[in-house]
């Protein structure tokens, strides 16, 4: 391993590397280890309503494509698709959609066959960056390596007039209305927590990788991403991640629920906090969200291993701050990091409890579907860890068309415009950090 001689970032580098168009399917993942660039695609696996597509590339490129329905729930089917790579070793990334979890919920009604739940791809290459800005790399020729490394001295600029901050205060999806629907939903006693969330038109071509840049130097993410799988882009700068498997089996979860703004000044911030920790609303929202959280491990966790490690500490996480826990448990024999996953997917923080009205709810609900937003970027590897980081603070796009998308918890407590107002907290996340791409030139 080689340090880089000057003091460029790691979101600096891995912005740079998906900027330059190393390889046309890419992802990047901030993890708590490092950065890792994960780049082209060895094998792909495609997961949709109905049916599981892997696609094998030998060393001439040329590709096999195997496809086959599936009756188990969508982890295993997960699962059992990369038990059949022929690989020994592997190392896999990509993303999972917030309609994952329609199959296992009751929501099957809501999607086509061919809707896309999942896609997944062990990378031709990966080059990883440590905290101290060594760089290690995995399948990459002397050529390649020789060009990432100069790419990395010599990292993306992003020009003032090319950020293009995006007002989030309209609402012309009737936000309020919809969450004045569920909080009567809540009353009647349909479910206790839903999140409802809307989406944002970006009316501009975004590039993604510039923005990837700007948003993490501005944000303290818990997790942060940015990739280019199938023709969909992102890029985000997660508060929280939805669970995680280790080698040695343990399971974590952190849910996050309870916002209030942060970046303000060091008083509003410090105001800000006070208010959340002492208001009802946020305390119950979270307080439910962790007993959900207990039972979902204990689930698949030895018994008497499941423990809240810590409780209802204040995180800052960008231009929000949120009440936030860690609850933790030993994974119990015969269950894999999948059937944690399974266990633990949507999150309890971007669906609700219990979960299956809630996701009902937030099929009927919501003006718009999800796709990636609210599922997850998951890494996974065949020595049976996992993790997986929920899709938040995120901007989107696919072909012409670029988004941004953001929720906030409905209890019985909720007040619509106050519920409003939390997304556009949120939202402050990402939209003062877009930047322009060259499509963008002439339009409004």
């Not at 696996?45 to 590339?57: D, F, G, Y």
């Not at 929501?107 to 080059?127: G, K, M, R, Y």
């Not at 989030?168 to 006693?189: F, K, L, N, S």
């Not at 929720?407 to 519920?419: D, H």
Request: include cysteine.
């Amino acid at each position: 391993m080689t340090a880089i001689a000057t003091r460029v970032s790691q979101p600096e580098i891995c912005a740079t590397w998906a900027h330059a168009g190393l390889a046309e399917d890419h992802l990047v993942y901030e993890g708590t280890d490092g950065w890792v660039y994960a780049g082209g695609v060895r094998c792909e696996i495609v997961l949709t309503a109905s049916e599981v597509r892997v696609t094998s590339h030998d060393a001439e490129g040329r590709a096999q494509v195997r496809t086959s329905g599936y009756s188990v729930r969508p982890a295993q089917a997960l699962e059992e698709a990369l038990a059949g790579l022929d690989l020994d070793d592997w190392r896999v990334y990509g993303w999972i959609g917030f309609d994952f979890c329609a199959p296992f919920h009751g929501a099957t009604d809501h999607l086509d066959d061919d809707d896309e739940l999942a896609h997944l791809f062990v990378p031709e290459f990966e080059a990883f960056v440590d905290h101290s800005g060594d760089l290690r790399f995995v399948g990459v020729d002397p050529e390649l390596e020789a060009r990432m490394r100069s790419l990395a001295q010599n990292p993306l600029l992003v020009e003032d007039e090319a950020r293009r901050p995006l007002p989030v205060t309209e609402d012309p999806t009737g936000y309020r209305e919809r969450v004045a629907t569920a909080i009567d939903e809540i009353h009647a006693g349909r479910y206790e927590k839903v999140i409802i969330s809307r989406e944002v038109t970006v009316p501009f071509d975004v590039d993604i990788p510039a923005t990837y840049l700007t948003g993490r130097l501005a944000n303290t993410p818990a997790r942060s991403f940015t990739f280019r799988l199938g023709g969909l882009e992102a890029a985000g700068f997660s508060p929280e991640i939805v669970g995680s498997v280790d080698e040695s089996g343990l399971i974590t979860t952190e849910p996050v629920a309870g916002t209030r703004a942060h970046g303000v000044s060091p008083d509003a911030d410090a105001a800000a906090r006070v208010e959340l920790e002492n208001d009802d609303k946020e305390i119950v929202e979270h307080a439910i969200s962790v007993r959900t959280s207990c039972a979902e491990v204990a689930a698949v966790a030895v018994p008497g291993t499941t423990a809240v490690s810590e409780f209802m500490t204040v995180r800052p996480r960008g231009s929000v701050q949120h009440l936030a826990s860690t609850v933790v448990g030993q994974l119990a024999e015969p269950h894999s990091a999948w059937d944690a996953l399974q266990e633990l997917f949507p999150s309890v923080t971007a669906s609700g409890i219990p979960k299956a009205p809630a996701i009902d709810a937030i099929y009927r609900l919501e003006a718009s579907r999800r796709g990636v937003y609210s599922g997850a970027v998951v890494k996974a590897s065949s020595a049976g860890e996992l993790e997986a980081t929920l899709v938040l603070r995120s901007v989107y796009k696919k072909g012409d068309r670029s988004w941004l998308r953001a929720g906030a918890g409905i209890v019985r407590q909720s007040n619509p415009e106050r519920e409003f107002t939390e997304t556009c907290e949120k939202l402050g996340s990402v939209a003062p950090y877009l930047v322009a791409g060259s499509a963008s030139e002439g339009r409004a």
